[in-house]
DNA sequence: CTTGAAAGTGACCTTGT
DNA sequence: ACAAGGTCACTTTCAAG
């Protein structure tokens, strides 16, 4: 089962801060053997609780300096899966969330600049059959951990 | 901005797929020694293109199973940072975006159920100098990766 | 590239309930 | 008996010369 103890979770954080912390490092903080802290972290990821490690990038550094969120209506005929689908075809496009109540769906993308900003919205319009966009340039971002 | 070639972004693929990758693993790919991709993962660290790694967690498995955004307008008084300030208060914050245009902020919280969102909403609402918000409840989400 | 040190991995044993 | 941790031996990876 996935029944978590305060240890899980005190696992769970150390690899939040740091997801390539060595067993050893956590199992010296938790006070358990690093073979313990292994099968903990081992059972986490069989269930699902763990669902994988990424490295976190600063897309500016990269020159991805624009960030946005655009919120879609879609025509009654679309389906979720068609939603999600025709705005995650898109490279930009970073993550997809649908929604209850009268938008459908919110759409982060990240892009080069302004012109490619437009060009991105002109292609979720033109893809599946949306009604109607609105777009959210975001400014700052504070994330936790 | 950072002078980054193929290999590179090779290597921060192969890490967003899997942060825990070896160097050797990562080398034997790329066709470089272990030596080199590590020096070349060093400097990325060194530059501010690679941040850190983190874990991905299913919060849903961990009774989180409810997500939302919060759209905020503030008071003209209220500054940038006492915003992003009031909001990432919350635990239940995982994100908060400032934006350009009549919103000022789009604020992700992880809850467990509609009654804890009700309450974080009334939190958010009562600190700092909210003038209104619009909650959009997530339904579904797809990321990249 | 080579090499000693560190970390990861799996088998086996011990202990609690 | 079972579930969780410890110990140990072996392999892989790391990181410096």
New binding site residues.
Partial sequence: MQ?LDD?DHSLLRLLHEDGRR????M?ATV??????V???VDRMRESGVITGFTVQVDHKKLGWAVEAFSEIRYAGTASISDIVESAARQPEVQAVYTLAGDLDALVQVRVRDLAHLQEVIDRIRRSGTVTGTRTLMVLGRWTRG
Same sequence: chains 1, 2.
Avoid: V
């Avoid at 060595?22 to 490092?25: G, K, L, P, R, V």
């Avoid at 006070?31 to 313990?36: D, E, F, I």
């Fill in positions: 029944e240890i060595t067993f050893a490092d199992a006070g358990l053997s690093t073979a313990a292994k099968r903990r």
